[in-house]
């Protein structure tokens, strides 16, 4: 999509930001971006909000203000953030066993897991033995029976796995134990953070959302290119289909089989399946980066989800992934290997390139959706207008110090 100009985009970059508009502009020129929306809140306030480039390649259509697309694991964030909004609602305690709040999640050995445990991906719980079907997502009854029979991999607390689709229900049977009103995550999201701030985002989309606001997602056109973008032991492991990463990821499709729609409806994957905006997740995440006050946030709350990532005893290196990496609370942490942002922060990546963080430090809050996957685990896309976010507001680019 070369040449494009700038009446293809819409939306702004406000004063001092030009930055932004800038390296968005030239995502569609030299990185290959389809369409794509990027946003951000800076101190409380909106000073990005940028769309643009086409929604649908097949028919041509515009990416639209009101434009949503799959985000796959960046849906984590949004879940991450509605836990953290029931515990400082005081319905539970991070350093509690998630048996204490579901008796039945003890068996097999897991009784004495913490739901910081559980949400750092350190239970060894990162894939299920029965088979993850739509009838038993959709089936929260079943679908907890079955999360409480799974024997961990090991024992918990001493290695990380990716819990790339059970992290969500797991969170989401939790939170319907400790609920006065035994929400699911996507109803507790939904009743508790999108309606109250306006948001875009859904956990479980709903059927009356038309195709016409849903961007397909485009994949690379050759897989071969993995070979030269990302780590070796992570190919290897992603051509085997019984290694642990395939496994983490059976259930990502779920969101995605659909014939009638562009994505599945009424289906709740909130490790993995929300759709929505960029608009929605910089305010939810600019809310937290400025105390959270609009949705009652305890500062004890925020304390915990700025704070340090605790590791497992044989460190960050990920048993599924094969990188280091840092997860805190149902969020991924800014490491030496990744410091996406200032230690504080706190946000979660998706495959093909989306990514949506706060940074209450700088009290940013931010997020990126393009419809075009890419393949890199820091896609260049979405790096280039986040350095242009930090060099906005006068603070270093958090890759380049």
């Not at 984590?76 to 509690?96: F, P």
């Not at 989309?205 to 397909?216: D, G, M, T, V």
């Not at 009424?266 to 809310?287: C, D, K, Q, S």
Request: aromatic share 10%; hydrophobic share 40%; with cysteine.
């Amino acid at each position: 999509m070369a040449d494009m100009g700038t009446n293809a985009v819409g939306g702004f970059a406000g004063p001092g930001f030009e930055a932004v508009r800038d390296a968005f502009i030239e995502n569609f020129e030299r990185r290959g971006e389809l369409g794509a929306a990027c946003c951000a809140y800076h101190r409380g306030e909106k000073v990005v909000d940028l769309w643009g480039g086409v929604r649908n390649r097949a028919t041509g259509e515009p990416w639209e203000e009101d434009t949503m697309a799959l985000v796959y694991s960046t849906t984590k964030g949004m879940a991450g953030l509605a836990m953290a909004l029931a515990h400082s609602r005081g319905l539970y305690e991070y350093d509690e066993r998630v048996s204490t709040y579901w008796p039945e999640f003890a068996q097999q050995g897991k009784g004495r897991i913490t739901v910081r445990q559980l949400f750092a991906h350190q239970a060894g719980l990162f894939a299920l033995d029965e088979r993850l079907d739509r009838s038993l997502v959709a089936d929260p009854d079943r679908l907890a029976a079955v999360l409480a029979r799974q024997r961990p991999a090991w024992e918990p607390g001493t290695r990380q796995a990716y819990h790339g689709i059970t992290l969500g229900f797991y969170e989401g049977e939790l939170l319907r134990r400790v609920d006065p009103e035994h929400r699911t995550l996507g109803r507790f999201f939904q009743e508790e953070i999108a309606d109250p701030l306006g948001l875009d985002f859904y956990i479980r989309l709903p059927e009356e959302i038309p195709n016409s606001r849903l961007a397909p997602l485009e994949r690379p056109p050759s897989m071969a290119a993995m070979l030269f973008t990302m780590p070796l032991p992570l190919v290897l492991s992603a051509m085997n289909p019984r290694s642990r990463f395939r496994r983490c990821l059976l259930g990502s499709e779920l969101p995605e089989e659909e014939t009638e729609h562009v994505y599945a409806r009424n289906l709740e994957v909130p490790a993995g399946g929300g759709v929505g905006t960029a608009r929605a997740m910089a305010h939810a995440y600019g809310v937290f980066a400025t105390g959270g006050e609009e949705l009652g946030v305890r500062e004890e709350t925020l304390r915990e989800i700025m704070a340090p990532a605790v590791p497992p005893v044989r460190g960050f290196r990920d048993a599924c992934l094969k990188v280091e990496i840092a997860f805190s609370l149902g969020f991924m942490k800014p490491s030496a290997e990744n410091p996406f942002a200032h230690p504080d922060a706190f946000g979660v990546p998706g495959t093909g390139g989306s990514f949506g963080f706060s940074d209450p430090h700088a009290r940013i809050g931010y997020g990126y959706v393009p419809n075009r996957m890419g393949i890199r685990l820091q896609d260049p896309r979405e790096m280039a207008l986040r350095s242009a976010l930090y060099r906005s507001i006068g603070e270093p680019d958090p890759y380049r110090g």
